[in-house]
């Protein structure tokens, strides 16, 4: 935290002597009227609430379920604890837009929201990585589990995702907010992603797109990759079991956190694995709204809805507060 807090304040110093751009104007919801923004607030609000309540209520399930004390869902309440950082980075300042109609940022909190979203976005590709990891493992090396995912890897893999995260976000916004900045200050989003920052630079933003495909095929193309291995892995696998029943089973144990991956890398990939010159407001913003509303919306409830034993584990938890 000392390193960021540094750096952001050289960052600071360096970007006020070279650019005149002191806020960003965040044009997102800038196409609709007043009274369609009021309407959104409650849609937005709720949706936020529900986000956070939700995987915390996948958290708390899994601190009070001994049972749940696998690898598997000590990752998942990672991703939980994620997921609430995630849409806390963006959500709370896309609702102040639409009820105060207050869409005004700092150069320095644009600067820092940057780095959180892309912290928290980049983190979580590794930790679903890593998932896929103990899912090959469960069901490619069933009698080595146990040794291969012990308490250390787990932990290991955590603090590997956190450290590739970090520096991919300080990569992307240092990269980002060293160039000058003359204006106009309007991004054409409801937050500070990457791309439409880039656009507002005063230089070439050529070498900004250069950056920005090599770190997106290193963090995400290369977390896809490793969790696309895994799964080949672990289809070759299932198809090679002779009980139907067991491949069911096997299947089962993978679903949601395949639908959680195909979320994620479908949007990110569309996003980021384009030029900034391609960049259109409304296509985007849809998009975006899907991974840094909708997806983390969506994860608890795919992953509590399709599970027996998180199922299981909330029932009991529910009995044993009714007798209290």
Same mark, same amino acid.
């Given at each position: 935290?000392?390193?960021?807090?540094?750096?952001?304040?050289?960052?600071?110093?360096?970007?006020?002597?070279?650019?005149?751009?002191?806020?960003?104007?965040?044009?997102?919801?800038?196409?609709?009227t007043?009274?369609?923004?009021?309407?959104?607030?409650?849609?937005?609000l709720?949706?936020?609430i529900?986000?956070?309540?939700g995987?915390l209520?996948?958290?708390?399930?899994y601190?009070?379920?001994?049972?749940l004390?696998?690898?598997?869902?000590?990752f998942?309440?990672?991703?939980?604890?994620?997921?609430?950082?995630?849409?806390t980075?963006?959500v709370?300042?896309?609702?102040?837009?639409?009820? =105060?109609?207050?869409?005004? #940022?700092?150069?320095?909190g644009?600067a !820092? +929201?940057?780095?959180?979203?892309?912290? *928290?976005? @980049? /983190?979580?590709?590794?930790?679903?990585?890593?998932?896929?990891?103990?899912?090959?493992?469960a069901?490619?090396h069933? =009698?080595?589990y146990?040794? #291969?995912m012990?308490?250390?890897?787990c !932990? +290991?893999?955590?603090?590997?995702?956190? *450290?590739? @995260? /970090?520096?991919?976000?300080?990569?992307?916004?240092?990269?980002?907010?060293?160039?000058?900045?003359?204006?106009?200050n309007?991004?054409d989003?409801?937050?500070?992603?990457v791309?439409?920052?880039?656009?507002l630079?005063?230089?070439q933003?050529?070498? @900004?797109?250069?950056?920005t495909y090599?770190?997106?095929?290193i963090?995400?193309?290369?977390?896809?990759?490793?969790?696309?291995?895994?799964?080949?892995?672990?289809?070759?696998?299932?198809?090679?079991?002779?009980?139907a029943?067991?491949?069911?089973?096997a299947?089962a144990?993978?679903s949601?956190?395949?639908?959680?991956?195909?979320?994620?890398?479908?949007?990110?990939?569309?996003?980021?694995?384009?030029?900034?010159?391609?960049?259109?407001?409304?296509q985007?913003s849809?998009v975006?709204?899907?991974?840094?509303?909708?997806?983390?919306?969506?994860?608890?409830?795919?992953?509590?809805?399709?599970?027996?034993?998180?199922?299981?584990?909330?029932?009991?938890?529910?009995?044993?507060?009714?007798?209290?």
């Open positions: 935290m000392i390193i960021c807090t540094f750096l952001f304040k050289k960052l600071y110093k360096i970007s006020i002597n070279q650019t005149r751009v002191t806020r960003f104007i965040l044009l997102g919801f800038s196409g609709i007043e009274q369609q923004q009021a309407s959104l607030f409650p849609i937005f709720c949706t936020y529900i986000t956070v309540v995987n209520c996948i958290i708390i399930t601190k009070l379920s001994p049972s004390h696998t690898p598997m869902y000590f998942l309440a990672n991703l939980s604890l994620l997921e609430i950082l995630y849409v980075s963006t709370p300042k896309m609702l102040s837009c639409l009820l =105060l109609n207050y869409n005004v #940022i700092t150069f320095s644009c !820092i +929201q940057m780095y959180f979203f892309v912290l *928290f976005s @980049g /983190t979580e590709c590794y930790i679903l990585a890593a998932m896929a990891y103990d899912r090959y493992n069901i490619c069933p =009698l080595m146990t040794l #291969i012990s308490e250390m890897v !932990i +290991q893999l955590l603090v590997a995702s956190y *450290f590739i @995260g /970090t520096v991919n976000a300080l990569i992307h916004t240092i990269f980002t907010f060293s160039l000058p900045f003359c204006g106009p309007e991004i989003h409801f937050f500070c992603d791309p439409p920052v880039l656009v630079a005063c230089q933003t050529l070498p @900004g797109d250069s950056v090599v770190i997106a095929v963090v995400v193309f290369g977390s896809f990759i490793l969790t696309v291995i895994s799964y080949i892995e672990i289809i070759s696998k299932i198809l090679k079991l002779r009980s029943s067991g491949k069911r089973k299947f144990t993978c949601s956190h395949l639908i959680c991956v195909t979320l994620l890398y479908g949007s990110a990939i569309f996003m980021y694995f384009r030029p900034t010159s391609t960049y259109k407001v409304v985007n849809v975006s709204l899907m991974y840094t509303v909708i997806s983390p919306l969506l994860n608890p409830f795919i992953y509590s809805l399709r599970n027996k034993e998180v199922k299981s584990s909330v029932k009991n938890i529910y009995l044993r507060l009714a007798q209290f």
